[in-house]
Each structure stands twice: as C-alpha cells, then as structure tokens.
C-alpha cells in the first residue's frame, strides 16, 4: 500500500495505517530530530508529535507532492519548534558539512549524498546573493520568513520573492537529482 494511501486511512482513524507509517518513516524522523536536539526525550516527543500531526491533521495534499517529501518537512519544523523552546540556538548539523560520500539508502534505491551535497553547493553558488543568503538563512539556519525579514531589515515580500526566486533558479540545475530525493 502506497505511503497516500496509508494516510488517507490514517486519516479515516484506522490504527494499523498509522502503525506502517511509523514503521515506514519513525527512524527518518528520529534522525531529522537528532538534527536539533541531543537528548533521547527530546527526539521521542518529536517523533510523537509528528505522528501526533499525521494523525489530526488533514494537511497533506498528495497533488502537491509525496509523503515522504511532507513528513521530513513536518519533522523538520517540529523539531526546530521543540528546540526553540528549550531555547537552543539552532544548529544545522550535518548541513553544508562535508562528511564525504556517504550513501544513503531509500525504500528502493541508493544515492551518493556526498554527490547530492556537492551539487547542492554548486547550485547554491549560482544564485544571486540575496537569493543565496535568504535560502541560508530559511533552511540551513532554520529561520522563519519573517525573522529573516527582521534580521535582513526588507519586508517580507521581498524575502518571499527572494525564496521563490532561489527556489526557482535551483530547480533545473538539480533536476537530475528528482528521481533520486522524490521518494
């Protein structure tokens, strides 16, 4: 059963779709909330907050992209959440490091993310400044839109415009990539 389906049941209250999800993604989650808090508590109550959301929330749309894609961006701002509260300074590990070629395993296929990282910077380095230092700043630094806009002093359309415009400038350099990080 497709991850779609399985939340779309979820959706519907039954456990047992709740359960494979977990069991499809809860490692996943753990290493994204690893990212942002040390402690064994901390990454458990990220991991049951995640879940917690797939199970009350009807936000996931499957026509505007996958699962797997929704839930790491779930975990990810839950656990940038849960550090703000502990008041930690957000701390991107593992991000814009090299550790080498590492190799990543998905469900059903590898990728080099040494390779992807390197492309990524590459990517990152074609942007204009103000583009590159907005992208930073929102997912490598974990900032919000607007504290990007307080700290930089533009409105927020105009760091807005910048994430789009980054955002969009890095698409075709990286669609070679798609295949391999969709799923």
């Not at 900032?143 to 700290?151: M, Q, R």
Request: aromatic letters at 8%.
């Amino acid at each position: 059963m497709s991850d779609e389906e399985l939340y779309a049941r979820a959706k519907l209250g039954e456990a047992y779709a709740l359960s494979q999800l977990y069991d499809r993604y809860g490692a996943q989650v753990a290493a994204i909330a690893r990212r942002f808090v040390s402690d064994r508590q901390g990454v458990e109550e990220i991991v049951q907050d995640v879940f917690m959301r797939i199970w009350t929330t009807s936000a996931f749309d499957p026509d505007r992209g996958f699962f797997s894609h929704w839930i790491c961006i779930v975990a990810r701002r839950i656990a940038i959440d849960h550090a703000r509260k502990r008041g930690a300074r957000i701390d991107m590990v593992g991000y814009g490091h090299d550790r080498g070629g590492d190799v990543a395993v998905g469900q059903d296929h590898a990728f080099d993310s040494g390779l992807l990282r390197s492309d990524l910077v590459e990517a990152m380095s074609s942007l204009r400044p103000e583009e590159r230092i907005v992208l930073n700043l929102a997912y490598f630094e974990g900032k919000t839109l607007s504290e990007i806009a307080h700290d930089l002093n533009v409105p927020l359309g105009t760091v807005k415009t910048r994430l789009h415009a980054g955002l969009k400038h890095m698409r075709p350099r990286l669609a070679d990539w798609r295949p391999e990080v969709r799923r």
